[in-house]
T-cell receptor, first 115, second 115 residues
């Protein structure tokens, strides 16, 4: 398995509080992604990064921000958590080797509950 | 964007081959077919991918029809641990910055391997 860890693995928080999720990789992959998974919606891309300090929005980016200050860490921040952000969050990485058959590998996930 | 169609669920006897079909009739010439699976509460796990030719690795085989409008994932000797949701995904380029891309996960096929 790719060396991807996510922290925390579980978190319960209250509406309106800030929350930061961390994704850490040991593979030196260039690309990193944040997805959320909800029943009936599958996995949806929130934000992604194509290099240190280079990020872009995904399809469900409202209410989320990201930062990548070094290759191995990609942080997802909920500035003011809402109940609609209760979800399971997955980080993924890919090498970005330039070939069209690049593959994404996923972390174990973080289960976030916003009360 | 090419979309995929998979059966909602399938059953397979332990030790037998599991054949999971996927239709992707609108696939374009440079799009790859990827297969992932997700065991309950875990992150998606990459299985295999292909463009035109059949592919095989230590986990599975991928058979793509000549017109590329459908494919079949084959688990040659299914075990109870192969019980999972299997996703067929067609990869398209998206976003900026190079070879990054988005994976669109549909509802997948719940494969249940029975003893």
């Amino acid at each position: 398995d790719a060396g991807i860890t996510q922290s925390p693995r579980h978190k319960v928080t209250e509406t309106g509080t800030p929350v930061t999720l961390r994704c850490h990789q040991t593979e030196n992959h260039r690309y990193m992604y944040w997805y959320r998974q909800d029943p009936g919606h599958g996995l949806r891309l929130i934000h992604y990064s194509y290099g240190v300090k280079d990020t872009d929005k995904g399809e469900v980016s409202d209410g989320y921000s990201v930062s990548r200050s070094k290759t191995e860490d990609f942080l997802l921040t909920l500035e003011s958590a809402t109940s609609s952000q209760t979800s399971v969050y997955f980080c993924a990485i890919s090498g970005g080797s330039g070939g069209v058959s690049d593959t994404q590998y996923f972390g174990p996930g973080t289960r976030l509950t916003v009360l | 964007d090419a979309k995929t169609t998979q059966p909602t669920s399938m059953d397979c006897a332990e030790g037998r081959a599991a054949n999971l079909p996927c239709n992707h009739s609108t696939i374009s010439g440079n799009e790859y077919v990827y297969w992932y699976r997700q065991i309950h509460s875990q992150g998606p796990q990459y299985i295999i991918h292909g463009l035109k030719n059949n592919e095989t690795n230590e986990m599975a085989s991928l058979i793509i029809t000549e017109d590329r409008k459908s494919s079949t994932l084959i688990l040659p000797h299914a075990t109870l641990r192969d019980t999972a949701v299997y996703y067929c995904i067609v990869r398209f380029p998206w976003g900026s910055g190079g070879s990054n891309y988005k994976l669109t996960f549909g509802k997948g096929t719940l494969l249940t391997v029975n003893p």
